[in-house]
């Protein structure tokens, strides 16, 4: 008796730590809303020499947009 209760308690606490991160993290990328920047000194390395922009949108750590 004593054998089969450490068991329950060895599976429950086993199944009890399993990361639930990789659930909530691709669900909180997927939700992140776009941000816009502006109104700043916005330097852009596109070409050769730098160039300033008005406004960038960022979406997933990406620029999307300037």
């Not at 691709?26 to 776009?34: G, I, Y």
Request: contains cysteine; proline residues 3%; aromatic residues 10%.
């Amino acid at each position: 008796m004593k054998k089969t209760i450490y068991i329950i308690i060895l599976v429950t606490a086993f199944f009890s730590c399993k990361n639930k991160e990789e659930s909530t993290d691709s669900a909180k990328t997927a939700k992140d809303p776009a941000q816009l920047f502006y109104n700043g000194d916005i330097l852009t390395m596109h070409s050769e020499k730098p160039s300033y922009a008005e406004a960038i949108v960022e979406e997933n750590g990406k620029i999307v947009f300037v």
